[in-house]
């Protein structure tokens, strides 16, 4: 009872990753240069100056179009992932209701099932409506890093592994959902769509653990860069200089725990995405049923928690 179906339509999951950090609007740099005579200064100034410049304004008629549609994907974006949290949530309650109470709690159980699986299937109807464009803005303008980093190795890892795969994933999706649930006069193979399409949410997984890594590195870096040029401005006696640093500094030490949390999220979809993107799934699935779920629930409470740590950042570091 508290365990979910094995139908096409628990298998394909959405993928997060992408994105949170793809959850919210793109997050912009709201910059406190720091101006000096010494090359180190400009060099930290023209970083800071670059975060203004981000993402690249548009160039063609594809992304103006893209662009004026990005307020309404971005807000469906993250409705169906607050449905995302609520599914696996009332999964868990449900099993923990019925392990407790196998006899008296049946009713509530099975209402709590019929939410999780209704929200799966509305999670279907809503990224039929955001989830090409999404993918597509991302390939094209490389907003999906969130901001500008040194690194380019990070804007080709969510431009083309990440947002490439997903526009693949996406795409079968959407043709296993309308082929299994609503166009049941189309000869399609749902099961063989929805392995496929999880095959590329695999790829876009392990790109994105990937692009975390590489954001981990450069945040140190920059860190320890901006520390040094700390140093040097206290030695100097420069209150300003060092205080504004110390800003720039902030910025970035907070940045980290996202980027950690991001990869424990996709290290928590992995095995699920895998297990299903294999051809044996119905017969001698990597996972269970409950393990699956079990993953994706604490998934979805890693997911919370790195929203509500978003919340807290100080609006003083985000500009409009």
């Known amino acids: 009872m508290h ?29 406190v240069p720091v101006k000096g005579d010494s090359n180190d200064d400009d060099e930290v100034a023209d970083k800071y100056d670059n975060q203004h410049k981000w993402p690249p304004a548009p160039t063609t008629s594809l992304d103006h179009f893209l662009l004026n549609c990005s307020p309404a994907v971005l807000l469906l974006f993250g409705f169906e992932q607050i449905l995302k ?52 803005e991302g390939l094209r303008t490389g907003s999906w890093t969130e901001m500008a980093w040194d690194d380019p190795k990070i804007d080709m890892i969510y431009k083309y592994p990440m947002a490439g795969s997903m526009i693949c994933y996406f795409s079968l999706e959407h043709m296993a959902f309308t082929g299994g649930e609503m166009l049941e006069s189309v000869n399609v193979n749902v099961d063989w769509l929805a392995s496929m399409s999880c095959r590329f949410w695999c790829v876009c997984t392990v790109s994105e653990i990937w692009g975390c890594y590489l954001k981990l590195k450069e945040l140190e870096c920059e860190v320890t860069k901006l520390r040094e040029l700390q140093a040097e401005k206290k030695k100097n006696d420069d209150k300003e200089g060092f205080l504004q640093i110390e800003h720039e500094i902030e910025f970035w030490m907070k940045q980290v725990p996202l980027v950690k949390l991001q990869i424990l999220r996709d290290l928590l979809f992995i095995l699920p995405a895998l297990s299903w993107s294999l051809p044996t799934y119905h017969t001698s699935p990597l996972l269970s049923d409950f393990n699956s779920n079990c993953l994706l629930f604490m998934e979805s409470c890693a997911h919370a928690y790195q929203l509500m740590y978003r919340a807290t950042l100080q609006p003083s570091i985000y500009y409009a």
């Not at 509530?108 to 509305?122: A, K, M, P, T, V």
Request: proline residues 2%; aromatic residues 10%; negative net charge.
């Open 3 to 31: 365990s979910s179906s094995t139908s096409m339509r628990q298998r394909n999951v959405t993928n997060s990753g992408a994105k949170d950090d793809l959850d919210s609007p793109e997050v912009k740099h709201h910059s």
């Open 85 to 136: 949290i609520s599914q696996y949530s009332f999964w868990a309650v449900s099993y923990l209701i019925a392990s407790v109470s196998k006899h008296h709690a049946e009713p509530l159980c099975l209402i709590l099932d019929d939410l999780h699986d209704g929200l799966n299937i509305f999670r279907y109807v809503l990224r039929i409506a955001y989830g090409l464009l999404f993918s597509l």
